[in-house]
């Protein structure tokens, strides 16, 4: 049995040296595809992650609020790159609030306005 493979340390040009990147992927391609991931199960039912059965509907508390946000993300030319940034949340988050399977906190929606040029008073009663 080996230990562990070496670090692989830039060269002085800042670079990974070629060998390097050529013995990474004949490691890579001997060991084939990699299998296929199955997500685990949840250990109660009602911990199950969300999917597009828990997303907002017409009619629920919230549904408002989600259709204005993807409405503000479509049309304004913020990209969802610059609302990470400038909302401090993550590109996933982002495009679950869009979809209705999160709900932002009025602190994500005032900066989510703001980056998207609008005023956030407009989405307060949303």
């Not at 990147?21 to 997500?39: L, Q």
């Not at 199960?41 to 609020?65: F, I, T």
């Not at 679950?96 to 005023?119: D, H, K, L, M, Y």
Request: proline share 11%; aromatic share 8%; with cysteine.
């Amino acid at each position: 049995m080996s230990g562990p493979a070496p670090a692989v340390v830039p060269n002085s040009t800042g670079r990974i040296p070629r060998y390097c990147v050529d013995n990474k992927i004949k490691g890579r391609m001997k060991r084939g595809p990699a299998s296929p991931r199955h997500p685990a199960a949840p250990k109660n039912p009602g911990d199950a992650a969300p999917s597009s059965a828990n997303r907002l509907l017409p009619g629920q508390a919230g549904y408002p609020l989600s259709c204005a946000l993807s409405y503000l993300r479509r049309t304004s030319e913020t990209t969802v790159g610059s609302l990470v940034f400038l909302t401090g949340v993550s590109a996933s988050y982002i495009y679950r609030i869009t979809s209705g399977e999160r709900t932002p906190t009025w602190e994500v929606t005032q900066r989510f306005a703001i980056a998207c040029e609008t005023e956030p008073e407009d989405l307060m009663f949303l």
